[in-house]
């Protein structure tokens, strides 16, 4: 089991920047596909990048691509999620999780991101 907590989000301009960080518990981070998630008031939680068990793969979603940049530290059991160019439609509730085989199991309690017009 791995229990994860989110922190960095906030209050932000369009424009602005954010670094969202994800500790995890336990000596096996470094064995789980890690992956950012999000979600909007009245929408469905939606993938929004993931990154492999090195920091060499990744992938995103198109609409923050250019903008976000995964990465994780294995050494701080952490990954992050640096925004840059907020806009209005990235506002939603921020979560990491954990794969194990297949699927996700393991998520955070999340992290509010509002980006003002």
């Known amino acids: 089991q791995v229990q994860l907590v989110e922190s960095g989000g906030g209050l932000v301009q369009a424009g602005g920047s954010l670094r969202l960080s994800c500790a995890a518990s336990?000596?096996?981070?470094?064995?789980?596909?890690m992956g950012w998630f999000r979600q909007a008031p009245g929408k469905e939680r939606e993938w929004v990048a993931l990154?492999?068990?090195?920091?060499?793969?990744?992938d995103y979603i198109d609409s923050v691509k250019g903008r976000f940049t995964i990465s994780r530290d294995n050494a701080k059991n952490a990954v992050y999620l640096q925004m840059n160019s907020l806009k209005p439609e990235d506002t939603a509730v921020y979560y990491c999780?954990?794969?194990?085989?297949?699927?996700?199991?393991?998520w955070g309690q999340g992290t509010q991101v509002t980006v003002s017009s």
């Open positions: 336990g000596r096996a981070f470094s064995s789980y596909v």
């Open positions: 990154i492999g068990l090195s920091d060499v793969s990744r």
């Open positions: 999780a954990a794969r194990g085989t297949t699927t996700f199991d393991y």
